[in-house]
Nanobody, 124 residues
Framework: QVQLVESGGGLVQAGTSLRLSCAAS????????MGWFRQAPGKEREFVAT????????GYTDSVKGRFTISRDNAKNTVYLQMNSLKTEDTAVYYC?????????????????WGPGTQVTVSS
């Protein structure tokens, strides 16, 4: 079992930055690739970013490339999502998740453990 808890969400203005954190406990954190997903009201949960077990390989959905950066600190059992140049369309509940494998994973079904989510609201 892996327990995940996100933090760092909030209400910000468009064009500003926010950093989300996700603290993990339970099984060995470095065994898992990690990901961030988001779900806006009335929409399905969508992939945002992924990082492999060591942090050496990452992947992003096209809409956040160049603006968001995923990273991890295995010594702290924490994964981060640095979000810059935020847009109103980034408004959503953001979830972190632990994948079933150690390698970057882009599909929702590839993830086994999920946090409860943190709200990010970007105002114009």
């Amino acid at each position: 079992q892996v327990q995940l808890v996100e933090s760092g969400g909030g209400l910000v203005q468009a064009g500003t930055s926010l950093r989300l954190s996700c603290a993990a406990s339970g099984r060995t954190f470095s065994n898992y690739a990690m990901g961030w997903f988001r779900q806006a009201p009335g929409k399905e949960r969508e992939f945002v970013a992924t990082v492999n077990w060591s942090g050496s390989n990452t992947g992003y959905t096209d809409s956040v490339k160049g603006r968001f950066t995923i990273s991890r600190d295995n010594a702290k059992n924490t994964v981060y999502l640095q979000m810059n140049s935020l847009k109103t369309e980034d408004t959503a509940v953001y979830y972190c998740a632990a994948a079933r494998s150690a390698f970057v994973s882009f599909a929702l079904y590839a993830y086994e453990y999920w946090g409860p989510g943190t709200q990010v609201t970007v105002s114009s």
